[in-house]
RNA sequence: AGGAUGUUAGCUCAGUUGGUUUAGAGCGCCGCCUUGACAGGGCGGAGGUCAUGGGUUCGAGUCCCCUACGUCCUACCA
């Protein structure tokens, strides 16, 4: 007895082990087939599902499936990302509750603990993904800390060291004065404060050129002029005055334009610094002029770098003010704030104070307000590595799905900067640099060779390795996840293995648009500088996951499902196929439990069929029934025209069309209309010819199901295939399009239309479906219906079907040009029937006088093409034979 | 602020080089239908001047411009 519901649980786990078992996600380089390779997005290895990755996952899993059940071999690498920064912090986090500080703890110990923590609980996202169906191949699993991708993170950072695209340098940091670690940009968070902008006023020198020691100047007071002659900037942090490098205003600014290439004087301190020009500056924003102070802000540094300034840093790493700041001195930058502004206003250079709302980030961890600070950085040069990931994918040799997404890459890649690759972290892979007690650099793979480097390069033969001290710091997780699509293959380790020889490059890449600019830009330029190569063909851009209301699901709102859950209560497969009847490429997707639920529903609608057809006895007749006999070349022609379809919106990417076409061909072309066609009488058995071929037509449907709903469409095809066939519909054939009669769809259109709105006349009338009537049709082409009469019989009740030419009694309605007339007993409502005719007359004409006054267009007629005038030509015919009809019926009636 | 992108039924979205009827789907809604695969179901129905205003064209939901509103990215401005 087969349960009235498809229960899901049993029969998942059921079939992912049978799959597992007979390693059907495994695979081998095979000369023999074309190879498809997917790489998974290596999520956080501390990590748990949420349902981004369920999204991202179902897409590939699909895409993979389709290519397995192609024939090619289909191969999708799982893994998992080190991911430092979070999980650093999640290990620190974890330390001191048991009370460790990071800093009592070697680098050694920390590690201990890292992996400790990764090992427990890396890896438990990689099992959640088994729930969801996914066909990978698990022997494959990577993870970006392990030591073969490991090395290959420092062979690389050597290798673009030697090429020159790597140096060392200064550069804006956001620093964290409280951890006194600079933090990413990610970990910044900006808010929205109310703080002072004050207008200070500068005095300008007059004197010419002046004097270095601008104490000089103050004391005799003689180049100091009286207020006219002073500048008023504007500033929200007045206590970093004495680091100013220069005053700028705009080029065209009419009110300072006399005051260009002139001198002011920082109040207080009474150094002095020039009045630069810039566009950068905005005319009518506070005073429109500005105090450049390069060593405490990003856009001041730039223009520092710009106009040549000096670069003075007033603050201390924990936030204090250092001496090069003179006065001050010690107090930390926000009781200096306060201090400094009564120093101004006490010394007359205080002109007003306003409230002020500003944006201003504080660290993620420790909520200090982050402090601009130029430090010692490693960065890669991007400009030229750039070059080939920006034209491969501008001419489609690297395609993104949808399209629309080229535009913004080509602006970051035009906009982009040098890569800080440095981070003060220790979960990482640890920068390759020794330093010797100079200062000087070496940059080798091991401390041994750095010194073997040191004394045959520089001669330093008393060295020790002693002597030599690595930089601490690590790199940016997306230095070791741009290799990923070359480092799954041990693409460095060795460059000529079969693995990475076949499977490289690799076919599509599923990921959010998010990322695009970190990782997707990032390993394209990695794949043609390390390989020569693309990494991958085709990029698929997934939404983001939102709620109902459009925000993005997150921890602190609550309001993410746990798709654990989801799978629990809908399945697998309805959870599948929820989140996809709804996510095109590259739109978000709304996701509301319902989509699930529709999810479920689709999957006990299939049940249901399944149940349908396994409860008929089969019994083999003399000669097939005539109505089943059409119906099966019916649904075989819509079958081929649907994969047809199906097959051109997986060349698209159209994913969540391919799935709604479907959807609509089991529900609507398969149960609705198929079954109900061939379906026999109450207790009745069925022909074995059509049972056969309904059980053959179960095969492909599943069959094409099977990437969206791998775990359902396994049970049934299982249940119907004798057995020892094939061993799993995974490694089953994919349907492949085949010719179909057009006109027969065509002709079942119209057969469909007549019986719906006999059915709609039953409704109208309140006429229950299981009255019989009689049908009369008028037509001039009694043959296109002859075919279908039993089928109407049978679907619309009929009890018998006449033909005529002239009229008939009874209610009627009409199909393009022909009339049906059903004699209903009792009454017939004239005033009604005159109505709906009256409606549909006036519907008809209004169409037939758009359509005439196209045609009487001679421009029309002249410049469109000619099956267009054709159709339209046509379009007329019809209207004006129904419009006769309706006409006709009109005078029958009054 | 700059850039990208969007605005089509109550909601979520299709509508692919401009011409297949006077625009489609799913969900929701309304009406009718429960012994017979499925109420997680069946049958039927209502619902849109395609954001606004211009323009190009014989013809515009589709191409161009303006405006309004939304979303995203980048930069956040002293």
Not at 804 to 819: P, Q, W, Y
Request: charged share 25%; net charge negative; glycine share 4%.
């Amino acid at each position: 007895m087969i349960s009235k519901t498809y229960n899901p649980r049993e029969i998942e786990d059921k079939w992912y082990s049978y799959w597992i078992e007979n390693r059907y996600f495994n695979s081998k380089p095979n000369p023999e087939k074309e190879p498809y390779t997917v790489v998974i997005p290596p999520p956080n290895v501390t990590g748990v599902l949420h349902m981004g990755h369920m999204l991202n996952n179902t897409i590939q899993d699909v895409l993979v499936r389709k290519a397995r059940m192609e024939g090619k071999e289909a191969c999708w690498v799982p893994g998992t990302d080190h991911a430092s920064i979070a999980t650093e912090a999640k290990v620190v986090a974890m330390l001191k509750e048991k009370g460790i500080q990071k800093s009592d703890l070697t680098r050694e110990e920390f590690y201990e603990y890292a992996w400790e923590w990764t090992d427990k609980y890396g890896g438990i996202i990689l099992q959640q993904l088994r729930k969801l169906g996914a066909s990978c191949d698990w022997d494959r699993t990577r993870f970006t800390m392990e030591p073969a991708l490991y090395d290959a993170v420092i062979d690389t950072f050597i290798e673009l060291y030697n090429k020159g695209y790597i140096y060392r340098g200064h550069r804006m940091v956001n620093w964290d004065p409280q951890a006194k670690t600079t933090v990413s940009d990610e970990e910044v968070i900006t808010k929205e404060v109310m703080t002072k902008l004050c207008y200070l006023r500068y005095q300008v020198v007059n004197s010419y050129p002046l004097t270095v020691n601008s104490d000089e100047v103050s004391d005799n007071g003689q180049h100091i002029t009286d207020n006219d002659d002073s500048i008023i900037i504007a500033t929200v942090r007045p206590e970093t005055i004495m680091a100013d490098s220069a005053i700028c205003v705009h080029p065209d600014d009419e009110r300072y334009k006399h005051l260009h290439g002139k001198k002011v004087l920082i109040p207080l301190i009474n150094r002095a610094i020039p009045i630069i020009t810039d566009e950068y500056v905005t005319m009518d924003f506070g005073t429109g002029a500005l105090k450049v102070t390069p060593a405490h802000d990003q856009n001041d540094y730039d223009l520092g770098v710009k106009h040549q300034l000096e670069l003075i840093d007033i603050l201390t790493e924990d936030g204090k003010l250092n001496e090069k700041a003179q006065i001050l001195v010690g107090e930390d930058r926000f009781v200096a704030r306060k201090k400094i502004i009564k120093l101004l206003e006490e010394s007359g250079n205080l002109e007003k104070i306003e409230d002020y709302k500003s944006n201003v980030g504080h660290s993620e961890r420790t909520n200090a307000v982050i402090e601009p600070r130029v430090s010692l950085q490693w960065f890669v040069r991007m400009k030229e590595l750039c070059e080939p990931a920006l034209q491969n994918v501008m001419n489609d040799n690297i395609q993104l799905h949808p399209a629309k997404f080229k535009n913004t890459y080509r602006i970051w890649i035009e906009n982009i900067r040098d890569w800080n690759i440095s981070r003060q972290l220790w979960w990482g892979q640890q920068i390759p640099a020794y330093y010797l007690p100079d200062g000087t650099v070496i940059v080798a793979k091991t401390k041994r060779e750095a010194l073997r480097k040191a004394q045959h390069e520089l001669l330093l033969f008393a060295l020790t390795e002693a002597d030599l001290t690595q930089d601490p710091d690590v790199v940016d997780t997306w230095f070791s996840s741009w290799l990923w699509p070359i480092s799954v293959f041990d693409g460095f380790k060795d460059p000529n293995n079969e693995d990475i020889n076949y499977y490289y490059p690799t076919n599509d890449l599923v990921t959010a648009p998010e990322i695009l600019f970190f990782w997707v830009m990032r390993m394209i330029i990695a794949g043609y500088e390390f390989r020569g190569e693309l990494p991958f063909r085709n990029v698929y851009l997934t939404g983001i996951v939102r709620d109902t209301k459009g925000r993005k699901m997150s921890k602190s709102l609550g309001n993410s499902p746990d798709p654990l859950d989801l799978i629990d209560k809908y399945g697998a497969d309805g959870v599948r196929t929820g989140m996809l009847f709804s996510s095109p490429a590259g739109n978000d997707l709304l996701f509301d439990e319902k989509l699930c639920e529709q999810g479920r529903n689709f999957c006990n609608k299939i049940w249901n069929a399944f149940r349908l057809v396994k409860g008929w006895e089969v019994y083999s007749p003399q000669s097939t029934v005539h109505s089943s006999q059409l119906s099966v070349l019916w649904f075989d022609a819509k079958l081929n025209q649907t994969t047809a379809e199906v097959l051109d919106l997986f060349s698209k990417y159209r994913l969540s069309d391919a799935l709604n076409v479907i959807y609509k061909l089991i529900w609507d072309d398969f149960c609705s209309q198929y079954l109900e066609m061939i379906k026999p009488g109450f207790e009745q058995p069925i022909d074995k010819a059509t049972f056969e071929a309904t059980i053959g037509f179960f095969d492909k449907l599943m069959a094409l199901t099977h990437p969206f709903m791998p775990f359902i469409t396994e049970e049934i095809w299982q249940d119907i295939r004798p057995r020892g066939e094939k061993e799993s519909l995974c490694v089953a054939e994919f349907p492949k399009a085949a010719p179909f009669d057009a006109t027969l769809l065509a002709n079942f259109e119209i057969f469909f239309e007549v019986v719906t709105n006999v059915r709609n006349l039953r409704s109208t009338k309140n006429i229950s479906p299981k009255t019989e009537l009689p049908l009369t049709i008028k037509t001039e082409n009694q043959a296109l219906y002859q075919p279908f009469e039993s089928l109407l019989i049978k679907l619309a009740n009929i009890s018998d079907i006449s033909y005529t030419t002239g009229k008939a009694d009874g209610t009627s309605f009409l199909v393009k040009a022909d009339e049906f007339f059903v004699n209903l007993e009792g009454e017939l409502d004239v005033e009604a029937e005159r109505e709906n005719l009256q409606k549909e007359l006036e519907y008809t004409l209004g169409f037939k006088k758009s359509v005439e006054a196209k045609l009487s267009n001679e421009r029309f007629v002249q410049n469109a093409k000619a099956d267009i005038v054709e159709k339209e030509r046509q379009k007329l015919a019809d209207a004006e034979a129904k419009i006769a009809t309706i006409q006709e019926a009109l005078v029958r009636l009054s």
